[in-house]
């Protein structure tokens, strides 16, 4: 008989550069069972990027919305331009299926996200190795587990 269980949420927090998105591809590779959580945000789509994939893509009007309405775990306003924030239903459906979610976002969201989800969040907070990699273009990671 399995024992069912509640997933866990595993929040990668870091400075902008210093890997948390490298670290949890390289995560979702190993762990076909892991799920990514897909951000909201109010700014255009990049090239290349999936909407419902990469991050869900909304007007600020729709944003407002589902903030006002509770729909969002934790949001921020990023660099003063563009808002981004987590979407409560999908984590907490998961949750409740017992499937563990792997979370990017940075150290205030990780704050907002474990005040929403006290039970559920267990964070690791990444430092780049010198604040030199953080001031460098971005490159790419080799991870080995």
Known sequence: MKIARRGVCLVLSAPSGAGKTSIATALLARDPELRRSVSVTTRPPRPREVDGVDYRFCDQQ?????????????????????????????????????????FDIDWQ??????????????????????????EAPPVGFAFFF
């Open 62 to 102: 729709e944003f407002d919305r589902m903030a006002a309405g509770g729909e969002l775990l934790e949001w921020a306003r990023i660099y003063g331009r563009h808002w981004y924030g987590t979407p409560r239903a999908p984590v907490e459906e998961a949750l409740h299926n017992g499937i563990d979610v792997v």
């Open 109 to 134: 969201g990780h704050q907002q996200l474990r005040a929403a989800l006290p039970d559920d969040a267990v964070g690791v907070f990444i430092l780049p190795p010198n604040l030199d990699l953080l």
